[in-house]
């Protein structure tokens, strides 16, 4: 009995002692290790134009949209959302960041799509509030239909009074969009078949900034419409221009941007001028009715990066009636940094490529406007042996080479006996007998003399550049009775003897 109640003394003191250090151990203040259930986030909240925003409400939201933590933007645009509770059991989560800001008293707000956040790891990602600041701009789209039957789409062109016009096939996807400064505009549609066109009759329509409207426009093809005119042509923009140097001289090489004007040069097209300093950028396309651009050089000049911008200038919607398509940007730079290059050929009219590049000139040809320094250059013409050199071009100064081309192709005679034996050189018929083939390009090639009666005879040539080469070809009659091997017998028979005698 004692030693029962002396157990029960001392497990009382276990428990007590149990429960003192468990008390002890939740009333702890939290650890660092406790922190690896948190992720952070950090970021900046950017308007449309990559302009950093100030005071903005960030919130991070799970994915059943509840807000986990919110901060606001500091003024240049960053922010930190530092206690992000992960609770994945691979140790993340998804989140998405809203972004709300106020400005002349209306509200923008604009968020992510969904990303992953790492417990004890800073993830880095910005908003964009993509309709602040307001842009002024809207779309207007829509389709072109036949008035007696809603359901049969028109191919048509849609003019505005602005100038612009669309081109719409017709198909049930098909449909006509303009991107236009809000504002009233009038819309209208033609459509033309059996040498009459047809045409909806003008709306009235306004476009709100930031927002899409949508007009179907009614044709009726009852009643004989209006005599046929043709729809004006698409347009094509062309911006293009050359380039001089302080002499007057073409610059060579230079690397020539087109750049949209949004509050910095952003470049859209980039191209580099050929050996008569001249550039061209095809097909520049908006979406507005109007653009402003500049065009900037790029050029290395004595280690150092040279960089000149044009003028700005105004490109109008590719397919807008009553203005220039047509864009002539010239350039010109205050160094010299070229010199010429003369090349001549024997025989001329070798075709230059310089630098890998095809000039579009042949010899012989002075080119002016060519950078200082190494180059090099081939010289290629049919029938010739091409010539690769590197030629040093001095500043202000001329370099001169003159090649003899060398030919690449020789001659092949074929000494063919019987005199009406088929030859074929590269499986291609080439004549009957003895035939001579002049200019053949340089290699190996084979061949097949062959004529009935008589056994086939095969063999290989190489063709030397500038050589000429004879081919002895005489086949042997096939064993037999017939007229052709007694020949051949009584024409070896008359051979021996000549030889003898």
């Known amino acids: 009995m004692f030693f029962v109640i002396k157990m029960l003394k001392m497990l009382n003191r276990v428990f007590s002692i149990t429960l003192t250090l468990s008390l002890i151990f939740f009333m702890a203040p939290q650890s660092l290790a406790d922190e690896a259930s948190y992720g952070a986030i950090t970021g900046r909240v950017l308007d449309r134009n990559g302009m950093p925003l100030a005071n903005a409400t960030v919130d991070a939201r799970n994915w059943a949209g509840y807000v986990v933590c919110s901060t606001v933007s500091g003024p240049d645009g960053t922010f930190t959302l530092d206690k992000i509770p992960i609770t994945g059991v691979d140790g993340r989560n998804t989140f998405s960041l809203l972004a709300t800001y106020n400005a002349s008293g209306k509200t923008y707000t604009d968020k992510t799509i969904f990303f992953w956040v790492y417990k004890n790891q800073v993830v880095e990602h910005d908003v964009v509030i993509y309709y602040y600041p307001p842009s002024g701009y809207g779309w207007l789209t829509g389709k072109v239909v036949n008035a007696s039957d809603l359901k049969q789409y028109l191919p048509a062109t849609i003019y505005l009074n602005n100038g612009m016009y669309y081109f719409v096939s017709g198909e049930p996807g098909d449909s006509f969009q303009f991107y236009l400064p809000e504002g009233d505009y009038q819309v209208w549609a033609e459509h033309s078949e059996n040498g009459q066109t047809y045409s909806s ?251 009935d009666g008589y056994r086939n005879a095969t063999g290989t040539f190489e063709v030397l550049p500038g050589r000429d080469l004879t081919v002895k070809v005489e086949l042997v009659a096939v064993p037999g009775l017939s007229l052709t091997y007694l020949g051949y017998l009584i024409d070896g028979i008359i051979n021996a003897l000549s030889s003898i005698f």
């Open 201 to 451: 009759g003008k709306s009235d329509v306004h476009v709100k900034g930031d927002d899409t409207l949508t007009s179907i426009l009614m044709i009726s093809l009852n009643g004989n419409g209006t005599p046929y005119h043709a729809p004006p042509a698409p347009g094509v923009n062309v911006v293009h221009g050359i380039v001089k140097q302080r002499n007057d001289a073409p610059l060579y090489g230079a690397t020539v941007e087109l750049c949209r004007m949004t509050g910095k040069s952003f470049p859209v097209m980039s191209t580099t001028t050929n050996v008569d300093g001249y550039y061209v950028f095809n097909g520049v396309n908006i979406s507005s009715p109007m653009e402003n651009f500049v065009v900037r050089l790029l050029y290395d000049y004595n280690g150092s990066k040279y960089v000149k911008l044009s003028n700005p200038f105004t490109v109008y919607y590719n397919n807008m009636l009553n203005v220039t398509h047509d864009y002539n940007v010239p350039l010109s730079v205050e160094f010299v940094d070229s010199g010429s290059l003369e090349l001549i050929t024997d025989p001329p009219g070798a075709h230059i490529w310089i630098d890998g590049m095809d000039t579009g000139r042949v010899t012989p040809f002075n080119f002016t406007g060519i950078k200082v320094g190494y180059h090099s250059c081939s010289l290629i013409m049919d029938g010739y042996l091409p010539e690769n050199l590197s030629i040093r071009v001095p500043a202000e100064g001329t370099a001169k080479a003159t090649k003899v081309l060398k030919p690449s192709t020789g001659d092949v005679y074929f000494m063919v006996k019987p005199a009406d034996a088929l030859v074929y050189v590269n499986g291609e018929p080439v004549g009957k007998g003895s035939i001579n083939l002049t200019r053949l390009q340089y290699g190996e090639y084979a061949y097949t003399v062959c004529r």
